[in-house]
């Protein structure tokens, strides 16, 4: 058998390993050492399960104890420039609504054990490395039973990472602790629960959501019989470049990979930390779609009939500016701005999501990756632009 490394991930180990030529080669997942602080692997496995199904993600073929082998599919893995294309979008927001409108199946199949809606079961004083006595470094320690659960809500995530984040120490790692000192984590708190209440005011739907879908994420997976190249690990057809962007796939189709992070939530989530993630890992926050490119992506989003019911909302919240007399034009141009200011509400908490993230995984992932520097990117992005996007939620969802 030969393995070789597939990159890219910064959670878990991920190696493609290829059989003699009558047998599938197969993708093996390795969790990252305590990730189970961050996700519930339970709850992944059976929405993973669940996905597999109706045709999201790749095939699981087994499981393990600390992860599990996936079909290996042969693809491209998009690049961040290739995801914000015109030529990719469509695709990308069709495939995307596909997956949100998967939430009616998806709920009457939820599990009834505690693992997809847990909270601690353990104070966060209990945690490895927490406390005034931390641990002397990143090892095996005593671990709650339960971590707060993503696969609860984008909030109860944040909120319950933000717990376990103040209790932490870097006592084993002088550098890291100075860094981590200068946060605030009261004046943190407080800027969350604001947040809240902000993206609140949109009424973003209810959706399924896959809450990671950066471009390492997302998959053009080869027509059957097609020939492949080797491109970071994957076999790959190279897209088709023509002007009109129809065959973009080169034949193939598109497909979204790993739901760790998955559940029902808030539909402006799913859409900001998409449109985040144009970033990329360099945190490139200048290529954040602007309100047209935001437009274009959501009139390839929405469904026949839903930009005129959505201008008809529109038209009700602001009377003055887009009365009956306003052109449909008008309407409709406002109604896509309204869901940019929802996606924009809801980029500040994909930044916030992902900034107390950090936290927990600089002290225990042994990922060579500064997470703490992360952390600091993603909260100076997200102060440099809420004055920009809390002026467009004031502007269509008058407080």
């Known amino acids: 058998m030969q393995i070789s490394k597939i990159s890219g991930g910064i959670s878990n180990l991920l190696v493609k390993v290829e059989p003699p030529v009558t047998l599938q080669a197969v993708a093996v997942k390795v969790f990252g050492d305590k990730t189970e602080l961050l996700i519930d692997r339970e709850a ?86 927490a406390g005034s006595a931390p641990a002397a ?52 708190r407080a800027e969350l629960t604001q947040l809240q209440a902000l993206c609140g005011r949109v009424a973003s739907p209810r959706v399924f959501c896959h809450n990671d879908l950066l471009s390492g994420n997302i998959l053009v997976i080869a027509p059957a019989g097609a020939g492949t190249t080797e491109s970071g690990g994957t076999g790959a057809p190279e897209p088709s470049t023509s002007a009109g962007g129809d065959d ?17 939530g808030p539909r402006g989530f799913d859409l900001g930390n998409h ?41 009700a919240r602001r009377p003055a500016a887009l009365g009956a007399a306003a052109p449909q034009a008008a309407a409709e141009a406002a109604a896509l701005e309204a869901l940019a200011a929802e996606a924009c509400a809801y980029a500040l908490a994909s930044h916030a999501y992902w900034g107390v993230w950090s936290f ?40």
């Open 137 to 188: 470094g990143p090892g095996p320690g005593p671990q709650p039973a339960h971590a707060p659960s993503p696969q609860s809500s984008q909030w109860d995530a944040i909120f319950g990472w933000l717990d376990m984040a103040e209790q932490l120490s870097f006592a084993h790692d002088p550098a890291k602790q100075a860094a981590f000192d200068k946060v605030d984590f009261k004046a943190m």
């Open 44 to 129: 992944e496995k059976h929405t993973l399960l669940q996905l597999n199904a109706v045709g999201f993600g790749a095939p699981v073929v087994g499981l393990f104890g600390n992860g599990r082998i996936e079909a290996f599919l042969p693809c491209k893995t998009l690049t961040p420039e290739e995801m914000a294309d015109p030529r990719f979008v469509p695709h990308i927001a069709a495939r995307l609504r596909a997956f949100h409108d998967l939430l009616p199946a998806m709920d009457a199949d939820a599990p009834t054990s505690a693992s997809a809606t847990s909270t601690p079961t353990n104070p966060p004083s209990a945690l490895p490395g």
């Open 360 to 399: 927990i995984q600089a002290r225990y992932s042994p990922i060579d990756f500064d997470y703490l520097d992360y952390s600091a990117l993603r909260w100076a992005e997200y102060h440099r632009r809420k004055a920009e996007f809390v002026a467009l939620v004031d502007e269509h969802f008058p407080a």
């Open 275 to 315: 449109f985040n993630e144009y970033a990329g890992f360099d945190c490139d926050y200048a290529r954040f779609p602007t309100l047209e490119q935001q437009a274009a992506f959501f009139r390839h989003y929405l469904k026949p009939g839903e930009l005129e019911t959505l201008a008809a909302a529109a038209r």
């Open 248 to 264: 973009v796939l080169g034949g193939g189709r598109l497909q979204f990979i790993d739901f760790e992070y998955s559940c029902a």
